[in-house]
C-alpha cells in the first residue's frame, strides 16, 4: 500500500488521483497535517512526529511512501526555523521507517539545490550545489541524507530535482515559480497581472502532467539501472515570464502583463535557466511530453472550468507557513 504525505499539496493534488486511477482506491493513502472531511482514504499525519508515521506505516501496511510533505522556497525564507525543521526532520523520520520497514521511498529534490555559482545553463547532474536559500539548503541536506540512505542502510529512496511546476489543480502555495499559475488566473478572470519576477527572468518549468509521469517512471524503473542516489535533474522547458505572457496573450488577447520584482527576483537568479537531465533520459528512458505551446492550451482549458464552479473559489489560499508538496 502507497502513503502520500503533504497530499493536498500541489503535486499531492495531481499525484493522489493518478496513483488511485493506476493501483485502485484502497491502495492508496493520502495524509496530511489537517483533517480533509470530504476526502476518503485519509489520515492526519504531521511528518515531523516519528511515532504517528510509524503508527500508520504498520496500521495499513505500508510498502512505499512518496514524501511530498515540506515548505517551499519564498515561504521558507520567510519562516526558516519552519522550513528546516520540517523539511529535514521530516524526511529523516520518513528514511527512519523506510529503514526499519524496508519500504521505497520518492522524494523530491529542487532546482532550488543550485545557487548563483552553478552553470546556469546545460546545468550537469553533478555540479556545484551551493544554494543561496534556506530551502535550497535543506533539498541539498535531504539529497545527502538519501544517499546515505541508500549506501548505509540499503534504503530504496529515489528522487528527482523538480524544475518550476505548473498545475491547474491546486492553489499557488509559497513557491518562486507561482507566477507561471498565477500568470493564467489573472488572464481567465480578465484582470493584468502584475509579476515579482522580471521580463526576461528565464526557469526550467515543466506542466504537472509531466511531473507525474516522471515520478513514476522513476519509482518502476529496476533499480540497477539507476546510477544517481542524490537526485535525478529533470526538466521538460526553460521560459522567461515575458515568453509565457506572451503565450497566454495568443490564447487571451488583451492579457496584460507588469512587472514588479520582489525578493523573490533574488532567489529565481539565483537558480538555472536550463538544466541537462541527460542522465535521467540515459538511465530510465524520461522524455517530456509538453511544451509551452501545447501546455498553455490545456492549462487554460482545464483551469476556465475549475473557476466556473464555486466551491473553488471557497477554497483558501494560505499565508501561514502551510506544510505543502514540494
Request: net charge neutral.
Amino acid at each position: 500500500m502507497i502513503l502520500v504525505t503533504g497530499a493536498s499539496g500541489q503535486v499531492g493534488s495531481d499525484l493522489v488521483p493518478r496513483l488511485r486511477t493506476q493501483y485502485g482506491d484502497a491502495q492508496v493513502l493520502a495524509s496530511g497535517r489537517r483533517w480533509q472531511p470530504s476526502q476518503s482514504g485519509y489520515e492526519v499525519l504531521d511528518v515531523i512526529d516519528h511515532p504517528r508515521l510509524q503508527a500508520l506505516v504498520e496500521q495499513y501496511s505500508i510498502d512505499t511512501i512518496y514524501h511530498l510533505a515540506g515548505i517551499l522556497s519564498a515561504k521558507g525564507e520567510h519562516h526558516p526555523e519552519s522550513c528546516w525543521h520540517v523539511n529535514i526532520e521530516g524526511l529523516r523520520n520518513v528514511l527512519k521507517v523506510a529503514k526499519d520497514y524496508q519500504l521505497k521511498v520518492f522524494w523530491p529534490s529542487s532546482i532550488a539545490v543550485f545557487g548563483p555559482k552553478t552553470p546556469k545553463f546545460n546545468t550537469p547532474q553533478d555540479t556545484v550545489l551551493a544554494p543561496s536559500t534556506l530551502y535550497g539548503i535543506t533539498k541539498v541536506t535531504g539529497e545527502l541524507l538519501c544517499q546515505y540512505a541508500a549506501q548505509r542502510f540499503g534504503v530504496d529512496v529515489r528522487s528527482l530535482r523538480l524544475p518550476g511546476i505548473v498545475s491547474y489543480r491546486a492553489l499557488p502555495g509559497g513557491g518562486t515559480t507561482d507566477f507561471t499559475v498565477e500568470m493564467f488566473y489573472a488572464a481567465l478572470q480578465n484582470k493584468p497581472y502584475t509579476c515579482f519576477v522580471r521580463p526576461e527572468t528565464r526557469l526550467p518549468m515543466m506542466y504537472m502532467p509531466d511531473a507525474i509521469q516522471a515520478m513514476l517512471q522513476l519509482m518502476q524503473a529496476e533499480a540497477s539501472a539507476l546510477t544517481v542516489h542524490t537526485s535525478y535533474n529533470l526538466t521538460a522547458m526553460s521560459f522567461t515570464a515575458a515568453e509565457l505572457a506572451t503565450a497566454i496573450r495568443q490564447q487571451v488577447p488583451g492579457f496584460v502583463c507588469r512587472y514588479r520584482p520582489d525578493f523573490r527576483q533574488a532567489i529565481a537568479d539565483s537558480w538555472p535557466a536550463v538544466i541537462d537531465d541527460a542522465q535521467a533520459q540515459k538511465d530510465w528512458g524520461w522524455r517530456p511530453t509538453y511544451d509551452l505551446s501545447i501546455m498553455v492550451k490545456d492549462m487554460l482549458h482545464h483551469l476556465s472550468k475549475r473557476l466556473k464552479s464555486p466551491a473553488f473559489y471557497a477554497r483558501p489560499c494560505p499565508e501561514t507557513p502551510e506544510v505543502i508538496s514540494c
